[in-house]
């Protein structure tokens, strides 16, 4: 009997062990569990902790990951404040908006790509073994689950900027009703945030924050700023503009908001009419490579099979 086990049949278990071996360690490490006289201490310091249903377990995974993010994104901080600043903008375009979302961000990466190398090596050293093309699987398992998180922060960003872009010029029409009405600037917004939050949520979500940063004492320039920074919509940095040139300056804020969404809808249906110039173009290949054949077949076939079928006659 042989005991001599091929190295690249071992490897992949050793691997596996190995992962599941590092996820054990992290989750007992992380999880803070206390015992029963702690948790009667924190009902007694809180009573609201009394009657508060157990977590579960996405909520305990979500807080060990939370724990264990300052950790795990250590080696993936930004080297400079521009570049933590750009980050942290990206992520506010997604909606992410926490303080700890970009450590929570850059730990998932690093988790991501820890677990992408080992997927790799598991494929990779069963499949190729110790060669060149077993490393090789390893690289790109790991570089393809590094930059997973990136593409899925990039379709988050796109698809928010697009809700945000399309629901806008509705909103300022009811800014506008409302300011030319006797609203304030502030009042209006409120009231928007309200009247549209079915519709719209992820403005009327940067709305409120612009409407709390305001009640707060913050100045209403570097809340318009923000406002458009934070969404990273060019109509609402245009918007934003607009309304901090219209607070320096005295004018009136209703006729800024009924030229702004004016515009603004001029050039929505200048993106939909250049859309619909464009199907005649996107239908060409549809044509060609579905529709056309069958019309063809239908035309042509019965004349293809007569002349067939007279080609038989004639030989017999």
Not at 285 to 291: G, K, T
């Amino acid at each position: 009997m042989n005991f001599s086990m091929d190295m690249t049949s071992v490897l992949p278990f050793a691997c596996f062990g190995a992962m599941a071996f590092g996820m054990w360690a992290l989750m007992s490490f992380f999880s803070g569990k206390t015992n029963r006289a702690s948790e009667r201490l924190d009902e007694l310091r809180d009573p609201g902790k009394r009657n508060r249903e157990p977590e579960s377990l996405g909520m305990n995974m979500g807080k060990m990951l939370e724990k264990a993010a300052p950790a795990l994104s250590q080696s993936l901080q930004p080297k400079s404040e521009l570049e933590a600043s750009a980050l942290k903008i990206r992520l506010a375009n997604a909606g992410f908006q926490s303080p700890n979302a970009s450590s929570m961000y850059l730990a998932i990466k690093f988790v991501a790509l820890i677990v992408g190398a080992i997927a790799g090596a598991s494929y990779g050293l069963s499949v190729y073994g110790m060669k060149q093309n077993g490393f090789v699987a390893i690289i790109v398992g790991g570089g393809l689950s590094f930059y997973f998180p990136e593409l899925i922060i990039s379709f988050l960003k796109m698809k928010r900027q697009e809700k945000i872009f399309l629901s806008l010029p509705d909103a300022l029409d009811l800014l506008v009703v409302c300011v030319e009405a006797g609203l304030g600037l502030d009042s209006g917004l409120r009231r928007v945030s309200e009247e549209l939050f079915d519709s719209a949520p992820e403005l009327c979500s940067e709305f409120n924050k612009s409407n709390f940063q305001l009640q707060i004492g913050k100045p209403r320039r570097e809340v318009l700023h923000e406002l458009g920074i934070r969404t990273g919509v060019d109509d609402l940095k245009a918007l934003s503009a607009i309304l901090i040139q219209a607070d320096r300056f005295g004018s009136s804020i209703a006729q800024a908001l009924r030229v702004q969404s004016d515009s603004m809808r001029i050039k929505r249906r200048q993106i939909a009419e250049e859309k619909a110039a464009a199907t005649a173009v996107k239908m060409i290949f549809p044509l060609v490579l579905f529709i056309f054949p069958g019309i063809f077949v239908v035309l042509v076939g019965p004349a293809a099979i007569n002349m067939y079928r007279q080609l038989l006659q004639t030989n017999m």
